[in-house]
């Protein structure tokens, strides 16, 4: 096939196509980030208006909004959404934007499946929210979808959200592989392993675990679909089976998708604060290390999700422990971070304010995780309002801090213009005051003893609720404010320069801004290599 | 370029194998589980029929109290019961004891019992001689019975386990069973 294109390599070929169709049939990684990019984006705004739904039903306790049964499909399709719709496509996105120019590659390796990965998103999406629009509703059964709530009780919708899952899952998967044979093929010649820049690093590991947890995902949504459909009775204990199964199988895909949505973002904060310290990432190796220990741990912590099951005291005993040794290699990152900005000279441009919020505010989510993680405490808190503000803070200031973080970084390089800082700052506070009004208070009614998933609560509740919903709908406008932003930015705005920050290291600096449609067509003479 | 081609092709393909081989070893965790609850007896769940080896030495010195409970799942409307709540039993002595069952309802229904032993870690000691939960019961409407069960208590039950609860919960199989006909695995 490449000896087919290289012989029509005439000039009129390297630009791209005009219309609509450049978009559907495009295999060129930077045309594909982009649609990866602007899907998530809707699918945050359409999962951010069903928690804002979620929010305004609980700003006073009593039923005011929605009926019960809606607030039900709110809360599911909001996890759902968000984490297969939003966060899990922002990475992907960023993947195929920055890993060829980090590496000096053409594009990535398979371009015609990248293509495929993009577009069965729309269609899977499409059809997970089509299930509200259908008799008996959306799925209601909460993101993890657990077993009989999710077989027996479930809405005849149950057959469509299985199917999207299984599309997520595909396109995830193609995803993932292209990743993979596009880092360890396609690397500029003399680029070793450990010359590469972290978000490659920690895409990779990402790519790994997605590889052999999302088929663990696919199996689990069969096997629904068999005892609903087909008679089998894999969680029917009625017919053999076991609901605690599902659980198990359903952890064993979750608590690595978990790291699935933390890894890259480590990779994209790696990479701006060494840019706005002006020195070099502190330990290259040692986050290396700890990167692929965390994916290790991921795989042998499952239970901590489910300590009140009724476990074996050795269980319990055994998942605590590994649980915790986590916080050590995730302690190694937030140190290297932290002595990265030591001593450097320091300016805080927007991307830079984004990484410094989420390496704090991501270790006070990881903290509240080792609380978590206490056997007894957990029997208190678990299904509370603590668990809902602990996942919360490693994934909206964690995650999505560290995506647009990444957003505001790369921006200049993508779009040739610079955004407009101050408008870009007004977005960072916005969105920090709002992200912890909302979730700081939900630490308290969590250790109150207020559970989650219900759309009403008791009277002692009332004022944090009140404020964790003001703090909801600031964040949620202020990202209408980051839409303005980046098409103020793409419109146009002061050109960037090459380099676009002082001091950036990596190889996609090298190349002009905006960035060429085809970059590396060649592979680049590397750099000095700096002896460490 | 082509050998690029290759190797890449290669990877691609291995990769795909790989996500094959998780695909199925999500399938496999559900074996996996039941050995592994009926190894440790996690989960309170009980063995099969116990067949007995050597006759077990009775326990003279020791008296342990066994309570029964039956619940009914959800949507299930038999009347279900154990004819005695709580029985004083020495280990190594076979014991048995009814269950009551009736089927109120205008058809008739089939029903399932899913046993379960608390603490968790004296499900190994419950040994079941026989027990209604190892069939499946067919009840017609108004239909009423009997179900006996027999059990020994393992002398070797930790000494720190003063009481067993045997909790049965019932379910309605009517559906499962008259769509699959499976054999369906009894514990």
């Given at each position: 096939m490449s000896a087919v294109i290289e012989n029509h390599h005439d000039d009129h070929h390297h630009g791209p196509d005009k219309g609509l169709m450049r978009w559907v049939l495009t295999t060129n990684h930077k045309d594909i980030g982009t649609l990866y990019l602007w899907f998530s984006f809707a699918m945050f705004l359409v999962g951010g208006c069903m928690a804002l739904v979620i929010r305004a039903e609980l700003?006073?306790?009593?039923?005011?909004?929605?009926v019960p049964e809606f607030f039900n499909q709110m809360t599911t399709m909001h996890g759902l959404i968000m984490v297969f719709g939003a966060v899990m496509p922002a990475f992907v996105g960023l993947a195929n934007w920055l890993v060829p120019m980090m590496i000096g590659a053409?594009?990535?390796?398979?371009p015609r499946m990248n293509n495929y990965s993009f577009w069965i998103l729309p269609f899977a999406f499409g059809m997970l929210l089509s299930t509200l629009f259908m008799e008996g509703g959306a799925p209601n059964f909460g993101w993890t979808f657990y077993a009989p709530l999710s077989?027996?009780?479930?809405?005849?919708s149950v057959t469509f959200f299985i199917f999207a899952v299984h599309l997520m899952g595909i396109s995830s998967i193609m995803g993932s592989i292209n990743v993979v044979v596009t880092i360890l093929n396609l690397r500029a010649p003399g680029m070793r392993l450990m010359d590469m820049p972290l978000f490659v690093w920690t895409w990779l590991i990402t790519a790994y675990l997605l590889i052999a947890v999302m088929p663990v995902l696919a199996g689990v949504v069969t096997m629904m679909l068999m005892d609903i459909h087909f008679g089998t009775a894999f969680f029917n204990a009625g017919g053999g089976g076991d609901p605690v199964l599902f659980q198990h199988v359903f952890w064993f895909f979750g608590h690595p998708e978990v790291y699935i949505m933390i890894l890259p973002a480590f990779g994209v904060v790696s990479a701006i604060i060494p840019t706005f310290a002006r020195k070099k990432l502190f330990g290259y190796d040692s986050m290396v290390y700890a990167t692929a220990s965390i994916a290790f741990l991921s795989f042998i912590v499952w239970a901590h999700h489910m300590?009140?099951?009724?476990?074996p005291i050795a269980g319990e005993l055994y998942f605590m422990y590994a649980t915790m040794l986590i916080a050590v290699p995730t302690g190694v990152k937030v140190f290297n971070w932290v002595a990265t900005m030591w001593q450097g000279s320091m300016t805080f441009e927007t991307p830079m304010l984004f990484a410094i919020a989420f390496v704090i505010l991501f270790t006070i989510g990881g903290l509240s995780g080792l609380m978590l993680a206490i056997v007894p405490a957990d029997f208190q808190y678990h299904d509370t309002y603590f668990v809902v503000a602990h996942f919360h803070y490693v994934l909206v200031p964690g995650s999505i801090f560290s995506i647009m973080a990444a957003a505001y970084y790369w921006l200049p390089k993508w779009t040739g213009n610079m955004y407009d800082e101050t408008l870009g700052k007004t977005h960072f506070w916005l969105s920090f005051v709002g992200v912890n009004v909302t979730f700081f208070p939900q630490h308290f009614i969590g250790l109150a003893g207020m559970p989650r998933r219900y759309p009403d609560y008791a009277l002692q509740f009332a004022d944090w609720n009140m404020v964790s919903s003001v703090g909801a709908f600031i964040f949620g406008f202020s990202q209408l404010l980051f839409l303005f932003i980046v098409i103020k930015c793409v419109m146009g705005g002061k050109k960037a320069t090459d380099e676009v920050w002082d001091g950036a290291e990596g190889l996609e600096w090298t190349i002009a801004s905006p960035a060429?449609?085809?970059?590396f067509s060649t592979p680049p003479a590397l750099p000095e290599r700096a002896t460490a | 370029m082509a050998a690029d081609q290759n190797i890449q092709s290669k990877m691609t393909l291995k990769l795909l194998g790989v996500v094959v081989g998780m695909f199925v070893f999500g399938f496999a965790l559900v074996p996996l589980y039941d050995i592994y609850c009926q190894v440790t007896g996690a989960n309170g769940k009980t063995s099969g029929p116990y067949i007995a080896g050597a006759p077990l030495e009775v326990d003279k010195d020791r008296w342990v109290t066994v309570q029964f409970l039956a619940n009914n799942n959800a949507n299930m409307p038999w009347e279900f019961r154990p004819t005695v709540r709580t029985m004083k039993v020495q280990p190594g002595q076979a014991y048995s004891t009814v269950f009551f069952a009736s089927n109120p309802s205008r058809q008739t229904m089939m029903a399932q019992a899913i046993p379960s032993v608390a603490p968790f870690h004296a499900a190994e000691y419950f040994h079941k001689t026989e027990c209604f939960c190892f069939e499946q019961q067919e009840l017609a409407r108004g239909e009423r019975i009997e179900m006996p069960l027999k059990f020994i208590i393992d002398p070797h039950l930790p000494a720190s386990v003063e009481t067993l609860t045997l909790s049965y919960t019932l379910f309605d199989i009517t559906q499962v069973a008259a769509s699959a006909a499976t054999e369906i695995p009894v514990s």
């Open positions: 700003f006073q306790p009593g039923l005011q909004l929605v053409p594009d990535m390796a398979l077989t027996e009780y479930a809405p005849p300590f009140t099951v009724g476990m060429p449609y085809h970059t | -």
